[in-house]
């Protein structure tokens, strides 16, 4: 069955670009597409990094799941969700840079803003705009920041910590 991941919000481009930011992600998500793969074949293949990265494609629903038997054992097996991508999306130049810029920052300071998020999100702060006004960011920078985050997600206005 084709499924068809349609892009209308310009933040939800995140997910895509960063399934694909490294070679290691890119040669996951490619060989996700192709066949069915469980974690320990990933694990095999491409260490520490593919299991990152599988961990990031459940986060962003870029991968579906299913039990897989063999002869011993059964093990969940990861497939790409989606096998092509509509963008129909018309953004000011000034969203599609917070998009891009949340995107393709370094892991470093990625993870530096992250660790202001959730600390603001310990001292009670978790409301999206307090959390802009803390990181002084447009809402979009901060709604791509989030997308881009293993550890965090929206409901509603608010941002929560991603469960264990």
């Known amino acids: ?65 299913r039990w ?13 969700y989606y096998s092509a991508v509509h963008i129909d999306a018309s953004v000011p130049i000034n969203e599609i840079s917070d998009v891009l810029y949340a995107a393709m920052i370094e892991d470093e300071e990625f993870k530096e803003i992250e660790g202001q998020i959730l600390e603001a999100m310990g001292e009670g702060t978790d409301y999206a705009r307090d959390i802009e006004n803390i990181l002084e960011v447009t809402p979009i920078t901060l709604k791509s920041l989030v997308k881009r985050s293993t550890k965090l997600y929206f409901r509603g206005n608010k941002i929560l910590e991603m469960p264990e």
């Not at 897989?68 to 969940?76: A, I, L, P, R, V």
């Open 68 to 80: 897989q038997h063999t002869d011993s054992e059964t093990k969940k097996a990861y497939h790409t």
């Open 1 to 65: 069955m084709t499924r068809i991941k349609v892009i209308k919000d310009v933040t939800d481009f995140v997910p895509v670009l960063r399934a694909v930011s490294t070679r290691t992600k890119r040669d996951v998500f490619t060989t996700l597409a192709q066949d069915w793969i469980t974690e320990d074949e990933i694990d095999e293949n491409y260490g520490e990094e593919g299991k990152s990265a599988l961990k990031l494609f459940e986060k962003m629903k870029l991968v579906e799941t």
